[in-house]
């Protein structure tokens, strides 16, 4: 059987502990080119929601800023990228090689401080639309302080800080939970969505039984949604 899955949802699914779910949270799953927001309370999925904003953007933002290619701004990013300044940033020099693959161009120099400069106000825009999209679900009273962030895009250095700063709450780093097996490359939070699409079928056939049976059955709790899909894990795995 064929089925259409949420990415929001799946992320949420493969990140978040049974006490989250039921007592409120709020996952965000900040990916290359969208950013998710998925909230759980009382143990079931209630909001989903999306900009289409995300890592991507910050690539663009460096090749741009810096005068360099995308495969050249994204290992930038990743290796030397900050949401936060630090004291070394006005020290650090490093090398941006040049657009075109002309050798005899010599690579230009920038100090750290000049890469943080230009990541930092995307960062920051896209957690203002992500704590709009909270607001505007009217849920951010359920969800109070609990926030999950996720995504491959969430690795980036001092981004955990800077989304506590921005939206007023708890902020933890979510990585796939409760799978044994999976391969070091894919236990990070990059691989979130797609771990919840591997616990799906089960999760389907609790909701089957839902729709059917008398009694509502909740998604956490002993016995509950993510308590049966974390024994399913176990079996399976």
Same mark, same amino acid.
């Given at each position: 059987m064929e089925t259409v899955v949420a990415t929001p949802y799946a992320a949420g699914l493969a990140t978040l502990v049974d006490d989250e779910a039921q007592l409120g949270v709020a996952c965000i799953d900040m990916g290359g080119g969208t950013t998710t927001l998925s909230i759980f309370h009382n =143990?079931? @999925?209630?909001?989903?929601?999306?900009?289409?904003?995300?890592?991507?953007?910050v690539t663009l933002d460096i090749a741009r800023g810096l005068s360099t290619n995308l495969a050249d701004a994204e290992r930038?990013?990743? $290796?030397? =990228?900050? /949401?936060?300044p630090s004291n070394s940033d006005d020290t650090d020099i490093l090398t941006i090689p040049p657009v075109g693959e002309d050798e005899r161009e010599h690579p230009n120099t920038a100090p750290r401080a000049a890469l943080t400069r230009i990541i930092r106000p995307r960062v920051e825009e896209t957690l203002e639309m992500t704590r709009?999209?909270?607001?505007? *679900?009217?849920? *951010?009273?359920?969800?109070?302080?609990?926030v999950v962030l996720t995504g491959g895009a969430s690795q980036l250095t001092g981004m955990a800080e800077t989304a506590q700063r921005m939206l007023g709450r708890?902020? $933890?780093?979510g990585r796939p939970l409760g799978?044994?097996?999976?391969?070091?490359?894919? $236990?990070?939070? /990059? @691989?979130?969505a797609a771990v919840g699409l591997i616990v799906y079928p089960q999760?389907?056939?609790?909701?089957? @039984?839902? /729709?059917?049976?008398?009694?509502?059955?909740?998604?956490?709790?002993t016995g509950g949604y993510f308590a049966r899909m974390g024994q399913w894990i176990k079996d399976s795995f």
């Open positions: =143990g079931e @999925f209630v909001h989903a929601d999306a900009i289409a904003v995300g890592g991507q953007h930038l990013k990743a $290796r030397h =990228g900050s /949401a936060l709009d999209m909270l607001v505007k *679900s009217g849920f *951010s009273g359920e969800v109070g302080k609990r708890n902020v $933890r780093l799978i044994s097996g999976l391969p070091e490359a894919a $236990r990070g939070p /990059a @691989f979130a999760v389907a056939q609790i909701e089957q @039984f839902r /729709a059917r049976g008398p009694a509502r059955m909740s998604m956490t709790g």
